[in-house]
């Protein structure tokens, strides 16, 4: 996923693309770069890396910024590598036209091959550039840059959001949507192109959701949007109902750390939205539950750390549902035998609602039939499209590459479905349902006791954090959580983490276990897995593997064993998971931060991952 923004106005052109790119950063950070409309010339600057080498490169040039128009672009490599040559934005030969890319344009080779047999001269490794010399060679058959856009679109397959501006024609902007989102913030006397909200938060009250297979012209005053048949569509015009405090880090060293904290309210809104009115059972008002609890079997699709939510979601819906669940990873469900049918509810889970192996995986369960329910955070986004029910996450936008808030609002909204379902198939009793809504309206109070008393996970990070390698252990409903821990552990620290049912650990994981692989091990007393967690984290000790722990408050059996230990406040089984997250997102947090790593921004990761 890139980020795109765009601007047409008096202001200071250069610096508020800047600025928007600052605020897309979560998007990618492998390069970046702005065109400039200068009247009689386009200027550009691009910079290979973070965003803050153009801010440099950009540094002693302070009067070149001003321009009438420009786009900017920052950049995760999908084709080609991460160098100034291939950052956005792209030339046309002539130099008249540039543009910006967010996407794929799958058949960009033998477009490229045609193109360069009519003489055109590439200069970077991008499917992007085909389409800056596509719509030139467009525009000198159409003489404007719709025309040029509109004709050139149709050459293209695959995704992308473009914007577009050209030598002769100042003050405009086209802005083109094809499986990509794009939005336009309408301003007085100026206007804006974006890939998401961020980058024009605080700069503009209404903006316009372009839709697939729409482009927009943008010059200061006016926007107008067509079809790519160059016919007018009537827009809608939205509030923008964010205020510019959601991305900034409130004091917060960083993104993750605020995240992390944000944790119990999101929890509090989200049971408070779902019991509003004193009722027992939870009200999910864009869920269609009599629909949704037909179902005869489920199926949970997902990616990454949303996978583990679903993983949780598996155990919890089988014990409470006593149907069928399947969680499936995304990207493999695609290419299995599909037994999805009419008689399935499909749940398909993504913070950002842009993945696209989880789209693709969702569009063919609904080509099968089944009832697609759809957890998002982001209501705007492309999965929302094949929704027959949604639940959308309330987490607020999720700036740290790292899922914290996002893994605990999906949490809490599957808990909620769960028993909302169970509820209509009668799967547990009114008791049950009255003993389940009682603990789980108490998890905010636990988990900012855990938010506010977390000293000691800073102290083991102290002791962690120079070890290369960690297994992370656990048995049942917490599988996930330790699979989860050990992923915000690799993907923000780089140290090799991974979790293993701790049952499995001995057909082979064992034979790593020395005194440099230490072992955290999730567990919970008093149920039915934690003795043979013991003889586990056991086994691992004979090994001399450093021995970590996260478990309840005042397990003594755990005080006694563990070299250290966080702890969490006692809560069922069914909804520790919640609670474990904390001190193990914070863990990897600390370890990261004090290894001297890029927390928000880890390398080789952008916030969503729009490629299969
Ligand atoms: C890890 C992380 C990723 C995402 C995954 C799916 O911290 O953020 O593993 O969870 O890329 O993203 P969404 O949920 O946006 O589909």
Redesign the pocket.
């Known amino acids: 996923m890139c980020g795109i923004v765009g601007y047409v106005g008096v202001g200071d052109v250069g610096n508020i693309l800047l600025s928007g790119l600052k605020n897309l950063e979560y998007r990618g950070y492998d390069s970046a770069g702005i065109a400039l409309h200068n009247n009689d010339r386009i200027d550009i600057f691009k910079a290979a890396g973070k965003l803050e080498n153009l801010y440099e490169l950009v540094s002693d040039q302070q009067d070149k910024l001003a321009a009438t128009s420009g786009i900017g672009h920052i950049r995760w490599a999908t084709h080609g590598k991460a160098t100034t040559k291939n950052a956005h934005p792209h030339l046309s030969n002539n130099g008249q036209l540039a543009l910006v890319h967010n996407g794929i344009i799958e058949n960009y080779k033998s477009l490229r091959e045609e193109l360069e047999r009519e003489g055109y001269v590439f200069l970077s490794e991008t499917d992007t550039e085909v389409a800056a010399h596509l719509f030139e060679r467009e525009y000198k058959k159409w003489g404007t840059l719709e025309a040029a856009v509109s004709s050139g679109v149709k050459y293209l397959k695959g995704a992308f959001a473009f914007c577009v501006i050209h030598q002769n024609e100042p003050e405009k902007i086209v802005a083109v949507r094809q499986n990509v989102p794009l939005i336009v913030g309408l301003g007085e006397g100026e206007n804006f192109v974006a890939s998401d909200i961020p980058a024009i938060v605080g700069k503009v009250r209404k903006i316009v959701y372009l839709n697939d297979g729409e482009m927009a012209t943008v010059s200061r005053n006016a926007v107008s949007v067509y079809d790519f048949n160059g016919r007018k569509v009537d827009y809608r015009t939205e509030y923008v109902d964010m205020s510019p405090d959601v991305i900034s880090k409130r004091g917060y060293p960083h993104f993750m750390l605020k995240e992390i904290h944000e944790q119990q309210d999101i929890v509090r809104h989200l049971l408070q939205d779902a019991y509003a009115d004193g009722q027992k059972i939870p009200v999910l008002q864009k869920v269609h539950i009599e629909e949704a609890a037909k179902a005869e079997k489920i199926e949970i699709i997902?990616?990454?750390?949303?996978?583990h939510a679903a993983a949780v979601a598996g155990f919890v819906f089988e014990e409470w549902l006593k149907i069928p669940v399947s969680v499936i990873a995304?990207s493999e469900y695609i290419y299995r035998c599909c037994l999805t049918d009419e008689k399935t509810l499909t749940i398909g889970?993504?913070?950002?609602?842009?993945?696209a192996?989880?789209i693709t995986a969702v569009k063919r369960a609904k080509e099968h039939g089944a009832h697609i329910l759809v957890l998002?955070?982001r209501e705007d986004s492309s999965i929302v499209r094949y929704a027959d029910s949604r639940l959308p996450l309330k987490a607020g936008i999720e700036v740290s590459?790292?899922?914290?808030k996002?893994?605990t609002a999906q949490l809490t909204c599957l808990y909620l479905l769960g028993l909302a379902l169970a509820a209509e198939r009668r799967s547990l009793s009114l008791d049950e349902l009255g003993q389940l809504h009682d603990e789980l309206r108490q998890l905010p109070t636990k988990m900012e006791k855990v938010l506010n008393e977390a000293e000691n996970v800073k102290a083991a990070a102290e002791k962690l954090k120079n070890y290369h390698q960690m297994i992370y252990i656990a048995r049942g409903i917490n599988l996930p959580t330790a699979m989860e821990g050990a992923?915000?552990l690799k993907?923000i620290s780089y140290v090799n983490a991974n979790g293993y049912a701790a049952g499995e650990l001995k057909h082979g994981p064992i034979a790593l276990l020395d005194e440099n692989m230490p072992v955290m091990a999730v567990l919970t007393p008093g149920n039915r897995v934690y003795d043979k967690m013991i003889s586990n984290c056991e086994e691992a000790r004979a090994r001399h593997s450093l021995l970590v722990g996260v478990s309840f408050d005042e397990d003594k059996t755990a005080e006694r064993l563990f070299d250290l230990l966080l702890t969490v406040p006692p809560v069922t089984e069914v909804f520790s998971p919640l609670l474990l997250a904390l001190p193990l997102q914070l863990l990897a947090y600390h370890i990261a931060d004090l290894l001297g790593r890029e927390v928000d921004r880890p390398r080789n990761?952008a916030?969503?991952?729009t490629v299969e």
């Open positions: 997902a990616c990454g750390t949303s996978l995304a889970i993504s913070q950002s609602g842009e993945t192996d989880t998002t955070n590459v790292a899922a914290t996002s893994y992923l915000k993907e990761l916030k969503s991952v």
